[in-house]
């Protein structure tokens, strides 16, 4: 009760003190009218009537009407026409009738000609206090048409604070510990000013989509005790010319008078592009609002105590004088988790959810490489839902593995139909993938095998990731030869081939032309790359090759990916023909079961004696 009392009531809106003002106008003017009056009006004959008959014990004469008291206790009302004792006289009202009837004399001629003319100057009134108070408005600015150059961000007091923590924050400790820095600052400044450091201006949080850029601001507002301010970039920029430099000064103000306090813009890019890329030269409305945010974040009168958060997936397009020491000091980068950070998010994730007792959140973490925090979020939703699809009330590991297929490859199309043969080739062909990647050595291990359709795909390998920041010569190679088995396989089975292995040829083809045009992996061209990545700021930074090579290294280039994947072809191809025993058993088990797992791939492998897998190592060409 005391926390609803404490909470600051909305103000009323204005279209409402107009209505009401309206409504008493039209109530007063209807009084003033009699139309309230419920007693029947008599003609004044009657009245007379029985003034003569000795009925009447008073009279309450007012300026419009007479109002009789009867010694029955009923009374009646006659309009009065002139003066009441010239006119009962002259109705031949004797003196004694006269002093039997107490007559009082009400003069309201005062009151009724004050309310006329409220009731004629009412809307006058009326219509100068809105004209009054919508001039205002356009001065100041305000939440309504006039209101364009009022900042929209929203300021998050105690009631509206967001509850995440840091607590709630994982996998990503080093920015984690960045912001947690600037929060320290805002609580406890002394412990800072006494050996000299100055607060950050600015914090910049860069990282791809879903890594928690958002949930990070969103745990310093619910930790840190001062006045947020959050607002998205786009919310600055409006078509008419000045209003977004108004919005940021409005929005500084804001922040000054409640400093120390944080800024928090989302989506920066949106207004924080390079100057000098529009046709408008720099008189553009988004670079005008670019300069007033550098002049608020670093201009002569910079000692304001206010902290700008800022997040982007596009840190490229951004103008420099933007990232520059004084205006944001602290780039954070918020990357996609490791192994260990995945695993701490899915518990985070996990919190509130009934696991299953065999699940080890330690395996999934492995499984989900290259996957960011709101992936993972939403890899545990859509296993729960899974869940409750099957009436179940523990999330096991079926429901887990279920929805990483859905996340990573796609729905289940079991409406799908597919001939005999059809299925049989699709068998064959994600067994040669399968067999290859397990007698490769630098090749990640089978997870899954399947030949249910699922999103575009008739079916899918699917491997246990590896965290990797440095791939060899050797990896690529196998990946290459991995990538290919599917095509071998058509080969070698069915003698002919079919357009599923186009996606696998054009992974080859890319993988081949890094390893040449960029990696430098090539023998026949040197240690030098080619093709030089320009980024085009009036396209968005667009990523264009521009070719710094003439036709006889571009000859050289082609035959060098050719020769590339000729060579893992060949690997490929003997590894399926020595082991054809193999790939027949895997096939016939995958028309039988549909999918394999991890367990029963291999004990299919090792029926029989295992093959050489050394000969098939990556061998340098000459």
């Keep these: 009760m005391d926390e609803e009392q404490q909470q600051p009531r909305s103000p009323i809106p204005p279209w409402a003190w107009v209505a009401g003002f309206v409504a008493l106008l039209i109530v007063a003017q209807i009084w003033y009218s009699g139309a309230f009056n419920s007693q029947e009006t008599e003609p004044i004959s009657y009245l007379i009537s029985e003034i003569e008959s000795g009925n009447v014990e008073a009279l309450i004469v007012s300026e419009n009407a007479i109002e009789a008291q009867l010694d029955n206790g009923n009374t009646f009302v006659s309009n009065k026409e002139g003066d009441i004792y010239q006119l009962l006289t002259d109705a031949g009202v004797s003196e004694e009738q006269f002093k039997s009837v107490e007559i009082t004399i009400e003069d309201n001629s005062f009151y009724n000609l004050m309310l006329s003319v409220l009731i004629s100057f009412a809307p006058i009134i009326l219509l100068i206090w809105i004209f009054t108070r919508g001039f205002r408005q356009i001065q100041s600015g305000g939440n309504n048409i006039f209101g364009f150059g009022r900042s929209k961000a929203k300021n998050l007091n105690d009631g509206d604070r967001p509850t995440v923590t840091f607590d709630d924050v994982a996998g990503v400790e080093e920015a984690k510990q960045e912001v947690e820095e600037v929060v320290q600052f805002l609580r406890e400044p002394e412990k800072f000013v006494q050996v000299g450091a100055r607060i950050p201006k600015g914090v910049l949080m860069i990282g791809p989509p879903g890594t928690g850029k958002t949930l990070l601001a969103r745990a310093i507002a619910g930790e840190a005790g001062v006045p947020f301010f959050h607002i998205s970039g786009s919310e600055f920029v409006e078509m008419f010319v000045g209003v977004g430099a108004s919005r940021v000064r409005d929005l500084f103000n804001k922040a000054k008078e409640n400093a120390p306090a944080i800024v928090f813009v989302d989506e920066i890019d949106a207004v924080g592009r390079q100057r000098g890329a529009g046709l408008g030269g720099g008189h553009d409305e988004r670079e005008q609002t670019l300069n007033q945010i550098l002049v608020e974040m670093d201009g002569f009168t910079n000692e304001t105590n206010v902290i700008v958060i800022a997040a982007t997936n596009r840190a490229d397009v951004l103008d420099p004088a933007l990232l520059r020491p004084g205006r944001f000091d602290r780039k954070v980068v918020v990357d996609r988790p490791d192994v260990r950070g995945r695993e701490m998010i899915l518990k985070v994730h996990a919190r509130g959810k009934p696991l299953a007792k065999d699940i080890v959140l330690g395996d999934i973490a492995r499984l989900t490489a290259g996957f960011s925090g709101a992936d993972l979020e939403n890899l545990m939703n859509e296993a729960a839902i899974f869940t409750a699809r099957r009436g179940s009330n523990l999330i096991t590991l079926r429901d887990i593995q279920d929805a990483f297929d859905r996340i990573a490859i796609g729905p289940e199309r079991k409406s799908r139909v597919m001939s005999e043969s059809e299925k049989e080739i699709i068998a064959y062909h994600e067994a040669g993938h399968a067999v290859s990647a397990y007698f490769l050595t630098h090749t990640n291990p089978v997870q899954k095998i399947t030949i249910i359709p699922r999103g575009r795909a008739g079916g899918y390998v699917l491997y246990l990731p590896e965290d990797r920041m440095l791939n060899s010569r050797q990896h690529f190679e196998d990946q290459i030869s991995s990538a290919l088995g599917g095509r071998v396989a058509e080969e070698i089975f069915f003698g002919e081939v079919t ?91 995958l028309l039988e079961h549909e999918t394999l797992d991890r367990r029963q791939f291999e004990e299919l492998m090792n029926e029989e004696a295992e093959s050489s897998k050394d000969e098939t190592d990556f061998i340098p060409a000459d």
């Design 499 to 589: 357009n599923g292995a186009s996606g696998d040829l054009q992974q080859v083809t890319n993988m081949a032309r890094q390893m040449v045009m960029v990696y430098g992996m090539s023998d026949g061209l040197g240690l030098r790359t080619y093709g030089e990545q320009n980024g085009n700021v009036f396209l968005g930074r667009s990523m264009s090759i521009d070719r710094n090579y003439g036709d006889d290294a571009a000859d050289k280039i082609d035959q060098e990916v050719r020769a590339i994947v000729d060579r893992n072809y060949e690997r490929t191809y003997k590894i399926l023909s020595d082991n054809r025993d193999k790939m027949v058993r895997l096939a016939e088990a």
